[in-house]
């Protein structure tokens, strides 16, 4: 697979990494450990060698079975984790988030516990999860880059942060990547995030690409979920807005058929178009998902492709909030 640069830090991967947190966490139901493990050692025999995971997800399953499964990869990959949320536990084993906390104490406390269970000496990208309102993002920025000084972390990202914000950590520490979510049916960064990050030599690596499956074109408002899967809150996920957001997944179809590809092939590849900077990171539990989208990878769109397609996405209206009200606040967007 084409490698690509993110920002100006050096740090290459593959075009598309592969985004693990579905594994075990907000997607059930989930597979079967030995199952992910073979899943994510195959992306890697396939050309990716972009991991990404976060202590939240689970919380800390997520980052214990990226670490078993590329532990025998180490010096071949890039693993993406993330800090910036605490933690209660009634019996000592079963952990729940207690809301964002990016107080020092506890980011160093974070790392110490990623490099264990990722079986690593040094974590490749360490994101702040969310922005913390009671911590200075200058504070925030200044303890990475102390760990980044202890060899601990090699560079410093922040995820769903808004322009000002990436400002000032920047300044503070040079910010490699913005992991934000991104895609056909949700284009918000494209007003004022991108710009920045193209002034600023950072990286962008969209989260949700695929629309958490909805630009696949294999659900529709007769899909039910699981009572357990985070789409169950989601407005955009609510039977009246997939059906009048059928459209865009339509356009997709029409625009999949021409190319003989699939419509989540396009939605990678009109990303991936976007800017040389740009690397998602759609999610899969399934191998032959995996194939897919590693395809969009050699799907190539060309520039009056894109102007054609993004002429007929500026036509469609797409229905409903990405997140509850309670859940967009805690972005930085």
Known sequence: MQKRKIGNTGLEVSA?????????????PFPEKKDMISLIR???????????????YGPFINEELVGEALQPFRREVVIATKFGFGYASE???????????????????????SL???RTEVIDLYYQHRVDPNVPIEEVAGVVKDLIKEGKVKHFGLSEAGVQTIRRAHAVQKVAALQSEYSMWYR??????????EELGIG????????????????????????????????????ESMKANQGLVD?????????????????????????????PIPGTTKLNRLDENIGAASTSLTSEDLKNI???????????????????KTTGL
């Not at 696949?216 to 609510?238: A, M, V, W, Y």
């Open 310 to 328: 993004n002429s007929a996405l500026d036509k469609i209206k797409v229905i409903g909030d990405r997140y509850p009200e309670a859940l967009e």
């Open 91 to 113: 019996d000592g084993i079963k952990y729940r988030s207690i809301g964002v906390d990016s107080s020092p104490g506890n980011i160093k406390k974070s790392v110490e516990g």
């Open 16 to 28: 598309l990494g592969l985004g693990c947190m579905g594994m075990n966490h907000s997607y059930v």
């Open 42 to 56: 195959k992306a890697v025999e396939k050309g990716v060698n972009f991991f990404d995971t976060a202590e939240i």
């Open 251 to 279: 356009l997709l179809t029409i625009i999949a058929r021409q190319m003989k590809v699939t419509p989540a092939q396009i939605a990678l590849a009109w990303l991936l178009a976007q800017k040389p900077w740009i690397v």
């Open 188 to 197: 918000k960064p494209e007003t004022e995030v991108i710009p920045t990050l």
């Open 204 to 239: 962008f690596v969209p989260f949700s690409p695929l629309g958490k499956g909805f630009l696949t074109g294999k659900l529709n408002e007769n899909k039910s979920f699981d009572s357990s899967d985070i789409r169950n809150i989601i407005p955009r996920f609510t039977q």
């Open 116 to 118: 264990k269970r990722l």
